[in-house]
Structures are given as structure tokens and as C-alpha cells.
């Protein structure tokens, strides 16, 4: 079988549903567009099918399960930015790809070349399970534990038009990693799911009540070893407790996390075993030929390198150093000898987070054919990653990328920075985000201060509801409203990994032409005052905030 490497092939039953589909919501459409539907009507009509109303246009959100695409979907959805939208799509922190002007009447047929190349829109957005995320460097990590995008597929296919979970009181969100280092947030999803190594078979830790919005909540932990025969049965029981007693009275009041809090992590847990005691079990059980199977359907890579592989690699970095920042800072470890990680930064200096042009993500489709065995992934940082890329070719690779304005060398530095869409689109913000962040980008722009500035996330959001997740940010900004006038709120001390933690609030809000200056003067009071090896949380945690108030709040 020739199956792509990295993500599930699909079958003649997936794509027959994949047409059943669009042409019952071409339909719908039509009947929106000849006024046999009201917008109340179709609206939880698109919603199910990822279209949204926006400020200005529909917006579609195009499912990338876990994160993973092929080059020739990618060229497919370059395609669409061009002969749809305006030229360009937008990288989601849900490892999605929404195209921001879309046209109604063109929503069939944009889906009907989606389904060509085995994509859609389903259960991007709506009261159900949204795409499940994984780790970007899943099956090719060094410090990976446990490939993790078999079970994520499992997890797809499971709550792919679930009955049950089709209609939850709100939107929910499950995440899966197997590294020892949470690179998904695990602890900031409704569901989060750490998996590792078992004396018979993987085990999986799991957490529950995880999320941000205006009530942020870092996850608990319901069971520490779960098997895997019994991963689905317990996954469905955390779900029917939720949907039994979640509420659905206050839409602010809705998400799982407010539930766990009401009852307590401990009676959660005893409703989650009183409700696994009354099933099926077997029903659910996932036997090890299952998994086998569905494990088929991912190709491998064929990873043999020269023997002079790291040599040349060295050398490359040696005779170039603007090479050798760039693969500081934006590449990972290999488990496979000669072969490297390769971070694609869609945050150039001054640019919108997340954004590529059509020309640009053909061009990524080119090279991932090219260095990467067709494969790429997109992380819920808004970067592309091309997974398996030989270390003795990664420096020809670094020059094509800087052809095509995408090799910025800001992976985790002060430049990687988080956008919600704001204002510029969001009917529900408040305040523009992504100039905010276009400004800070700007002014971080040169790569030997960020290289000395180090590890510093910034999130923004441009309102309550965190799609920016200033929450987990090192440096979080929330835009507000104050008098029809847009403000931002700094919080300190974020972070997703881990050590998950919710950011506190600096002080009073500032306004929007103030920002930028504050934001420098907090990162210049932490370059005076940190100790020898420490990143900004750990002179934040030594010092506490009281010295980045004062820097903050030296002018305003």
C-alpha cells in the first residue's frame, strides 16, 4: 500500500462519506442562498460543517487531524488560498487551517476539492469534539516516549459524528502526547492525555478540566495508568458525565472544567467508575489488532542517512553562523541517526502569526516532497514542522526557506508569538490582537537579542474568551474595552508545559499605543536583573513581578 507518512490513508467508505456529505450541506446552502433557510436555521447547519460568520466574511476552518498533512494537501489548500480567499490561509493554535474571505456560494465546491485529497470540515467547530492535537515532533522525537498518532487516529475515529457526543453542552477538547516534555498543552485541554511505556503495552495518564477562556483552570488528574484496551471505554465515561451533568443553562458555564470544579476532581472520578462499571466493556475494548490495524495504515519513512551526515551538517553550521543560530534555535533531536527536526517559523519580523501565502505554502509543499518524505505538520504554536529531514541536506533546505521569508530563527524565542485573530475578524473581540503582535514582532525583530533574551513565549488575546491563550503565556496580553477604547491586560508567569500554570495579572490595563514600550521595558528589566542561566520564569519566580510592575508602569 502506498499510504502518506505521518496521518492515516483514507479508504473507499471514508471518501463515499466525505461526498454524502458535502452533498447534503450544498443543499443547505442552497437553501440559505434562495432564502428557504433562515441565518438562525443554517447557522448550527455551516457550524457542523466549519463554517463560521465572521466580522466581514465566512470563515472555513478545514480539519488537520493531529496536525499532519501530506504535500499534496497542502498544494491543494495553496490552491484554494488562491482561487477562493485573498491569496493566503491562517495556521491555527488547534493545528487547523481557516481561509478568512470565503464565499458562501463557493463552500460546496471549495469542499468537494478538499474531499479530492482526503480533507474536510467536520467537527471544526460546534458543541462536539474538535480535532484532536498531538506533538509535532510525534514518531520522531529522540526524547519521544511513545508515538502517540496511532491512538490520536484511534481517537479521531472514535469521536468522528459520535451520537452520543454530537450535541455536548459546549465545544471539547482532547489532546495527546507521548514525551516526557507536554508539548500540547495537555494540562490547558478538557482532556489531556500524557502516554508512556507500560510492562505490557502503553499506559495513559490522563487529565481532566483543563482550559482557558474567562474561567482558566489547569487540568487534574483523573487516572494515572490507564491501558490501552481500556482507553476508549474511559474516555466515553469521562464524556457521558459530562454530557449527563454538564450544564447547559449559561453558555459561559458549559465546558467541562466547570463541572470538575463543582463536584470535586475525587467525585468525578467515582462517577467516571460508576459509569464504567455499567458498560459493556468489550464493546469498547481495544484489542491489539485493532490498533496493528489502524497502525497499517501509516506509512514508515525509510530513514538511512551517509555515514558523513552529521559531519557535513557540522561543517554547514561551522562555515555559516547565520545557519548556526537559525539551528539553535528552531530544530529538535532525531531519534534516527542523521536525520533532524526541522521548525518552520511562520513569524516573520512584523508579520501576522500563522499566516502563509499560497506561493508560500506551495513552496512548503515542494520541499516537505523534497526533504521530508511529503510530510508536514502544523503545531498549535502556528509553525509548520517538517519532521524527517536529513542532517546533511538541512542546510539546503534553510536556504530555500530563506527564498520564501519563512526562516525566521524565533522557534520559542520572544518573536514566536501567539495571535488570536482579534478584532481584525472576530465578531466577538474587542480589541485587534494581531497588529499588537505584528508591533512586538517588529521591535524583537533582531535575532541576536532574541538569541540573548532566550526562552519567552508571548500569547495575545483579544478578548476574554483566550483564543490567543494569554493565560499560558510567559507574557500574556488580553485585549478589553474601555470606553470604546482598546486596552491590553499584561499577565506574568504562563506557561503549557509541565509545570502548566495560569498567568497573574500585572496591574492595571494599558492602552493600545503604550503596549510595545511596556512589553520592552519588562524584557529589558529582566535582562538587567536575571542571574547566570536563568530564563525570564525564573527570575519571575525569584524575584516575584514587583520589579517588572515598576519597568511596566515607569511612564504610564
Avoid at 21 to 27: K, Q, S, T, V, Y
Avoid at 458 to 481: Q, R
Amino acid at each position: 500500500m502506498n499510504a502518506p507518512v505521518g496521518h492515516y490513508q483514507y479508504d473507499s467508505v471514508d471518501r463515499a462519506f466525505l461526498q454524502s456529505r458535502i452533498d447534503e450541506f450544498a443543499d443547505q446552502v442552497a437553501r440559505r442562498i434562495d432564502g428557504s433557510l433562515t441565518e438562525d436555521e443554517f447557522k448550527p447547519l455551516r457550524l457542523m460543517n466549519g463554517l463560521y460568520l465572521q466580522l466581514h466574511a465566512y470563515m472555513l476552518r478545514i480539519a488537520v487531524p493531529y496536525g499532519i498533512l501530506d504535500a499534496r494537501q497542502m498544494r491543494k489548500l495553496s490552491s484554494i488560498a488562491r482561487r477562493y480567499d485573498r491569496d493566503y490561509g491562517h495556521f491555527t493554535t488547534r493545528q487547523n487551517l481557516q481561509f478568512n474571505w470565503i464565499k458562501l456560494e463557493d463552500t460546496p465546491a471549495i469542499l468537494r476539492e478538499l474531499a479530492e485529497v482526503d480533507m474536510h470540515a467536520i467537527q471544526t467547530s460546534g458543541n462536539c469534539i474538535r480535532n484532536v492535537t498531538s506533538d509535532e515532533f510525534a514518531g520522531a522525537a529522540a526524547d519521544e516516549l511513545v508515538d502517540p498518532r496511532v491512538h490520536a487516529e484511534i481517537l479521531r475515529q472514535w469521536s468522528t459524528l459520535h451520537p452520543e457526543f454530537t450535541f455536548l453542552p459546549r465545544k471539547f477538547k482532547i489532546a495527546i502526547s507521548g514525551s516526557p516534555h507536554d508539548r500540547v498543552a495537555a494540562r490547558f485541554h478538557d482532556i489531556g492525555i500524557l502516554t508512556r511505556p507500560g510492562p505490557n503495552g502503553p499506559l495513559f495518564r490522563i487529565f481532566v478540566g483543563g482550559g482557558m477562556g474567562r474561567t482558566p483552570l489547569v487540568g487534574q488528574e483523573i487516572f494515572d495508568s490507564v491501558r490501552e484496551e481500556e482507553l476508549l471505554a474511559t474516555l466515553e465515561a469521562i464524556l457521558r458525565v459530562y454530557n449527563a451533568h454538564g450544564r447547559r443553562d449559561n453558555i459561559y458555564k458549559a465546558r467541562i472544567k466547570i463541572l470538575v470544579q463543582a463536584l470535586g476532581i475525587d467525585a468525578y472520578r467515582e462517577a467516571v467508575q460508576a459509569e464504567l462499571s455499567q458498560m459493556d466493556l468489550a464493546r469498547y475494548r481495544l484489542t491489539p489488532e485493532i490498533v496493528e490495524a489502524i497502525r497499517a495504515r501509516f506509512a514508515v519513512p525509510n530513514l538511512h542517512a551517509p555515514d558523513n551526515a552529521s559531519e557535513i551538517f557540522l561543517a554547514d553550521q561551522k562555515r555559516d553562523r547565520k545557519f548556526a543560530r537559525w539551528v539553535q534555535s528552531n530544530t529538535h533531536l532525531h531519534r534516527a541517526p542523521g536525520h533532524i527536526i526541522a521548525v518552520v517559523s511562520i513569524k516573520p519580523a512584523g508579520g501576522i502569526p500563522g499566516d502563509a501565502t499560497s506561493e508560500q505554502m506551495s513552496r512548503l509543499a515542494d520541499l516537505a516532497e523534497q526533504y521530508s518524505f511529503g510530510e508536514l505538520r502544523v503545531t498549535h504554536l502556528q509553525n509548520i514542522v517538517l519532521g524527517h529531514v536529513r542532517q546533511d541536506k538541512l542546510y539546503a533546505l534553510w536556504q530555500e526557506l530563506e527564498k520564501i521569508d519563512l526562516a525566521a530563527p524565533n522557534h520559542s524565542l520572544i518573536g514566536d508569538i501567539i495571535a488570536c485573530p482579534g478584532l481584525d475578524y472576530c465578531s466577538l473581540a474587542n480589541s485587534r490582537s494581531i497588529p499588537i503582535a505584528q508591533k512586538l514582532s517588529a521591535r524583537f525583530a533582531n535575532a541576536d537579542l532574541q538569541s540573548e533574551i532566550g526562552k519567552l513565549s508571548i500569547n495575545i488575546s483579544g478578548c476574554i474568551n483566550a483564543c490567543g491563550h494569554h493565560h499560558a503565556g510567559n507574557i500574556g496580553l488580553l485585549g478589553v474595552d474601555k470606553r470604546g477604547e482598546e486596552f491590553f491586560q499584561i499577565t506574568l508567569g504562563g506557561r503549557a508545559d509541565e509545570k502548566a500554570a495560569i498567568g497573574s495579572i500585572l496591574g492595571a490595563s494599558l492602552p493600545e499605543d503604550e503596549m510595545v514600550d511596556a512589553i520592552a521595558r519588562i524584557v529589558d528589566r529582566y535582562l538587567a536583573i536575571r542571574g547566570p542561566g536563568e530564563s525570564f520564569l525564573d527570575t519571575l519566580s525569584r524575584l516575584g513581578d514587583a520589579p517588572f510592575k515598576e519597568a511596566a508602569y515607569e511612564i504610564a
